[in-house]
């Protein structure tokens, strides 16, 4: 097996609530519309995050972002009125964790 990229997936509950919410967190809006119910942001060739609507299982989900500039990236969440908490400096990495309007946490680490 040869694994060449990762889609990381948010399950919500109402996708034009969750469109709103992860367009101005990643502060573009999706690049993608796979198929209804799924929208789907690339960052690079093969590397994504979907968010797709999936009622039963909205909320438990977790997301893990590299972000390379976590100081103004939460300096753009305050800019955007997004509520956050403080970056947590962690033994290896510092983190910024986010929960979406479902509940799904959205983790940035740098």
């Not at 990229?5 to 948010?10: P, T």
């Not at 993608?32 to 690079?44: H, N, S, T, V, Y």
């Not at 590397?47 to 039963?56: A, I, K, R």
Request: hydrophobic fraction near 40%; charged fraction near 25%.
């Amino acid at each position: 097996m040869a694994i060449s990229g990762v889609l990381a997936q948010s399950t919500v509950s109402d996708l034009d609530r969750a469109e709103s919410w992860y367009t101005t967190v990643l502060g573009s809006p999706p690049t993608d519309r796979p198929m209804d119910g799924l929208i789907e942001w690339q960052f690079a060739e093969q590397f994504g995050l979907q968010v797709e609507c999936e009622p039963d299982r909205a909320g438990r989900s977790t997301v893990v972002l590299v972000e390379t500039d976590l100081d103004e990236f939460a300096r753009r969440l305050d800019a955007a009125g997004v509520a956050h908490p403080d970056i947590v400096d962690a033994t290896t990495v510092r983190f910024l964790q986010l929960s979406d309007p479902d509940g799904n946490r959205v983790v940035f680490v740098s």
